[in-house]
């Protein structure tokens, strides 16, 4: 994917919007990652903004575990074709 965007560079006009449309052309082909990338933000969103919302408004909240990484979420290094 990498050696196809840089190729794109100095054919011209437009290559921002080459390099746009490659990209939602590869993920959308691509619905496993899209549905991992959806589910990591509702992760981290319902992390760091739910459950914090939630302590600051009730509290009999749970606590974050003491052990939960902070910032970390694990992927599988990309195969480069």
Do not use: Y
């Amino acid at each position: 994917m990498a050696e196809l965007l840089k190729r794109g560079w100095g054919a011209g006009p437009r290559f921002k919007q080459r390099v746009e449309k490659r990209i939602i052309d590869w993920f959308e082909g691509r619905t496993d990652l899209t549905q991992k990338l959806e589910n990591v933000i509702s992760a981290v969103w319902e992390e760091n903004i739910i459950r914090p919302l939630q302590r600051l408004t009730d509290a009999s909240a749970a606590e974050p575990p003491p052990e939960s990484p902070v910032n970390v979420v694990p992927f599988a290094r990309p195969m480069l074709a």
